[in-house]
């Protein structure tokens, strides 16, 4: 039976050449980058040398850049950090509503625990945000405004610099969770004049464990741990030296391949997308069809549960994700798709097909194949479908 992984969006392989550059710092040069002898200083000259490759990247200063465990931790760290510093004068936390959960249960923690008041950005059908709903919610207050760049489901990818705008004219900072885009589109701190942006390299074909907070120069925050001097105290403990090259060269390799990735995996997307959609009546795509990152693909079965649907995938050697993999296993339906104003019946049918580098088109073809065997068996089933 084949073997067919399209759940890249969760997380990826790590690239080859990644792995070559990361296995000297895991066991030649071992050296802690804060210990003063010559072992110390040349984990020193490793862990700055990548940081300012994904400075670069992103089109930051060195000294903006914070090495992470990951995209999870940069978003707690940017939202309760920010928050703890403006607690005296602002109270106020706006989110988007189809963020992240790392984005949206810190800020309900923010919230239920620390009093802060939180209002949700409503999106449209496709999962956008415009300027008009942040300004009808935003106040003298309001000290952060959290908006991914791509969502983790669906691929919308929002046009940000309206927003920043927006939040900017009621002198309130915003930060962006750009796990999704980072390596997969142009992510350019500057254009988008974000004040803080988190990232990570297992989404890229990179390792896990290893992430990065951009924070403009000038931005205050309190850090969440304590007992140590690490990356200016704003995240200590001892560096992952190994994570930190990996990371640089997950995305020096992603830079170059980027226009050539994306033009196949839109390709691609767009003939899955048609196929099956010709293939089975009342398949819908979630989010748009335009303005989104080409890897991720969300369709919705009318009439099957989307758990259902990807055991069933599962058996036939097909690995799909029913939503973010942080909520697998979760019965409600999507809050993105909620967010998204989705028929409930409709969002319980969703599944999401994340294409990567390796996907190729005899891959889909597969998928193709098995995909109505499938949903009809399970429509079979189903009360809710009406033939």
């Given at each position: 039976?084949?073997?067919?992984?399209?759940?890249?969006?969760?997380?990826?392989?790590?690239?080859?050449?990644?792995?070559?550059?990361?296995?000297?710092?895991?066991?030649?040069?071992?050296?802690?980058?804060?210990?003063?002898?010559?072992?110390?200083?040349?984990?020193?000259?490793?862990?700055?040398?990548?940081?300012?490759?994904?400075?670069?990247?992103?089109?930051?200063?060195?000294?903006?850049?914070?090495?992470?465990?990951?995209?999870?931790?940069?978003?707690?760290?940017?939202?309760?950090?920010?928050?703890?510093?403006?607690?005296?004068?602002?109270?106020?936390?706006?989110?988007?509503?189809?963020?992240?959960?790392?984005?949206?249960?810190?800020?309900?923690?923010?919230?239920?625990?620390?009093?802060?008041?939180?209002?949700?950005?409503?999106?449209?059908?496709?999962?956008?945000?415009?300027?008009?709903?942040?300004?009808?919610?935003?106040?003298?207050?309001?000290?952060?405004?959290?908006?991914?760049?791509?969502?983790?489901?669906?691929?919308?990818?929002?046009?940000?610099?309206?927003?920043?705008?927006?939040?900017?004219?009621?002198?309130?900072?915003?930060?962006?969770?750009?796990?999704?885009?980072?390596?997969?589109i142009k992510v350019d701190v500057k254009e988008l004049d974000v004040?803080?942006?988190?990232?990570t390299a297992h989404k890229i074909y990179g390792p896990k464990g290893?992430?990065?907070?951009?924070?403009?120069?000038?931005?205050?925050?309190?850090?969440?741990?304590?007992?140590?001097?690490?990356?200016?105290?704003?995240?200590?403990?001892?560096?992952?030296?190994?994570?930190?090259?990996?990371?640089?060269?997950?995305?020096?390799?992603?830079?170059?391949?980027?226009?050539?990735?994306?033009?196949?995996?839109?390709?691609?997307?767009?003939?899955?997308?048609?196929?099956?959609?010709?293939?089975?009546?009342?398949?819908?795509?979630?989010?748009?069809?335009?303005?989104?990152?080409?890897?991720?693909?969300?369709?919705?079965?009318?009439?099957?549960?989307?758990?259902?649907?990807?055991?069933?995938?599962?058996?036939?050697?097909?690995?799909?994700?029913?939503?973010?993999?942080?909520?697998?296993?979760?019965?409600?339906?999507?809050?993105?798709?909620?967010?998204?104003?989705?028929?409930?019946?409709?969002?319980?049918?969703?599944?999401?097909?994340?294409?990567?580098?390796?996907?190729?088109?005899?891959?889909?073809?597969?998928?193709?194949?098995?995909?109505?065997?499938?949903?009809?068996?399970?429509?079979?089933?189903?009360?809710?479908?009406?033939?």
């Amino acid at each position: 039976m084949k073997q067919i992984y399209l759940d890249h969006t969760a997380t990826t392989p790590v690239d080859q050449e990644v792995v070559d550059v990361m296995i000297p710092y895991l066991s030649k040069v071992f050296g802690n980058a804060s210990s003063a002898h010559n072992f110390g200083r040349d984990a020193k000259v490793a862990l700055e040398n990548s940081r300012e490759i994904v400075a670069a990247h992103i089109n930051c200063e060195p000294s903006e850049l914070y090495f992470t465990s990951g995209g999870t931790e940069s978003d707690n760290i940017a939202l309760m950090g920010v928050a703890q510093k403006y607690k005296s004068k602002k109270h106020h936390l706006l989110v988007g509503a189809t963020e992240h959960h790392a984005v949206l249960e810190t800020a309900e923690f923010l919230h239920n625990k620390h009093d802060f008041k939180l209002s949700v950005i409503p999106v449209d059908v496709d999962g956008f945000i415009s300027a008009d709903s942040i300004n009808k919610l935003i106040t003298e207050k309001t000290f952060l405004t959290s908006i991914m760049l791509a969502n983790n489901e669906t691929g919308t990818i929002q046009n940000l610099k309206p927003l920043v705008d927006a939040t900017h004219a009621k002198g309130a900072l915003f930060h962006t969770d750009a796990v999704q885009a980072i390596g997969k589109i142009k992510v350019d701190v500057k254009e988008l004049d974000v004040d803080l942006l988190s990232l990570t390299a297992h989404k890229i074909y990179g390792p896990k464990g290893i992430g990065a907070l951009f924070v403009k120069q000038g931005v205050r925050m309190e850090p969440l741990f304590y007992g140590g001097s690490h990356e200016k105290k704003r995240r200590p403990g001892t560096e992952n030296i190994a994570g930190a090259v990996g990371l640089a060269k997950t995305l020096e390799i992603a830079q170059r391949r980027m226009d050539a990735d994306h033009a196949m995996l839109l390709e691609l997307s767009e003939y899955f997308i048609a196929k099956v959609k010709a293939l089975l009546p009342d398949v819908y795509l979630n989010g748009p069809m335009t303005n989104r990152i080409p890897q991720t693909v969300n369709l919705s079965f009318q009439g099957v549960e989307g758990e259902s649907l990807l055991l069933g995938l599962d058996l036939k050697g097909v690995a799909v994700s029913s939503g973010s993999a942080c909520t697998s296993g979760a019965t409600e339906p999507s809050h993105v798709l909620q967010a998204m104003g989705i028929d409930k019946v409709i969002s319980q049918g969703a599944l999401r097909f994340s294409l990567g580098r390796s996907t190729t088109k005899d891959d889909l073809d597969y998928v193709i194949s098995v995909l109505p065997e499938v949903v009809n068996r399970l429509r079979d089933m189903s009360p809710i479908y009406n033939k």
